[in-house]
């Protein structure tokens, strides 16, 4: 049932199935980082990130997320609905770190009083510049109710992860989420949740487990990429 190759992304490839709402993604192992200047391997990722991906979204539905999740058909390979994806990158902090910590001159670190949700447009030619709302109304993104809803449902997945992470003495600094539409208008959780797209700090000794290793050449990072699959299925 899988049929041709879509779409190859940075780190994974889309393919048509033989059901025109269905598609299967299919992970990489391929990292790259500041705008794909950076090229590398971890290797293993790609098992890690759909595997990781695939139990946060099913956790996810039962919390009152809707997501594209459909079926694991394999270690790399997953079912998911077809969506439209909301050109906007979805991110949520509660902690300083990466771009927020160097745009505003602070410190990683700084622990928020309450979550940030920021958008940026998903340009690679212009270098996902920040959005305020009204530009994301402004270029009909989205509509005001649709970023209302992604804006809630980005809240409640932070609650959901931060505690989920929490429970493995992990601390959760911050995440990148996609969303997307069905033909039904229906905004749904899309793209993926790993290592690749979440900041993960152990919460004793502050080590980062997570993509900046790669992108910091910090060293460790297939080490660190096991260690959060490990935690995530030491309490299933
Ligand atoms: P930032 O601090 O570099 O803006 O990253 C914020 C979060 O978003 C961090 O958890 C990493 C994730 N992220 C992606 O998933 N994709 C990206 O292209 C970038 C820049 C960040």
């Given at each position: 049932m899988k049929k041709e190759l879509l779409y190859e992304g940075k780190a994974k490839k889309i393919f048509a199935t033989d059901d025109p709402q269905l598609l299967i993604v299919s992970y990489k192992d391929d990292a790259t980082a500041f705008n794909g200047q950076k090229k590398?391997?971890?290797?293993?990722?790609?098992?890690?990130?759909?595997?990781?991906?695939?139990?946060?979204?099913?956790?996810?539905?039962?919390?009152?997320?809707?997501?594209?999740?459909?079926?694991?058909?394999?270690?790399?390979?997953?079912?998911?609905?077809?969506?439209?994806?909301?050109?906007?990158?979805?991110?949520?902090?509660?902690?300083?770190?990466?771009?927020?910590?160097?745009?505003?001159?602070?410190?990683?670190?700084?622990?928020?009083?309450?979550?940030?949700?920021?958008?940026?447009?998903?340009?690679?030619?212009?270098?996902?510049p920040l959005m305020a709302d009204a530009h994301i109304t402004a270029l009909n993104l989205t509509s005001s109710e649709e970023l209302q809803t992604i804006r809630a449902y980005a809240l409640k997945i932070n609650d959901f992860l931060k505690a989920f992470w929490s429970e493995r003495g992990i601390t959760l600094v911050d995440f990148k989420l996609e969303f997307g539409r069905l033909p039904?208008?229906?905004?749904?959780?899309?793209?993926?949740?790993?290592?690749?797209?979440?900041?993960?700090?152990?919460?004793?000794?502050?080590e980062k487990l997570d993509k900046d290793r790669f992108r910091?050449?910090?060293?460790?990072?297939?080490?660190?990429?096991?260690?959060?699959?490990?935690?995530?299925?030491?309490?299933?």
């Open positions: 590398g391997t971890i290797r293993g990722k790609g098992v890690i990130n759909n595997r990781m991906s695939n139990f946060l979204m099913q956790r996810l539905e039962r919390h009152g997320i809707p997501t594209h999740f459909v079926e694991e058909l394999s270690d790399r390979e997953t079912l998911v609905r077809k969506v439209e994806i909301v050109p906007l990158e979805v991110i949520v902090r509660n902690i300083s770190a990466g771009s927020f910590a160097k745009r505003y001159g602070v410190e990683e670190g700084m622990r928020f009083g309450a979550p940030a949700v920021e958008f940026s447009y998903k340009s690679d030619e212009l270098g996902d039904d208008g229906k905004i749904i959780l899309a793209d993926e949740i790993s290592p690749d797209t979440c900041r993960l700090w152990d919460s004793a000794t502050g910091r050449d910090l060293g460790g990072v297939e080490e660190a990429y096991s260690e959060i699959m490990k935690r995530l299925e030491e309490h299933v």
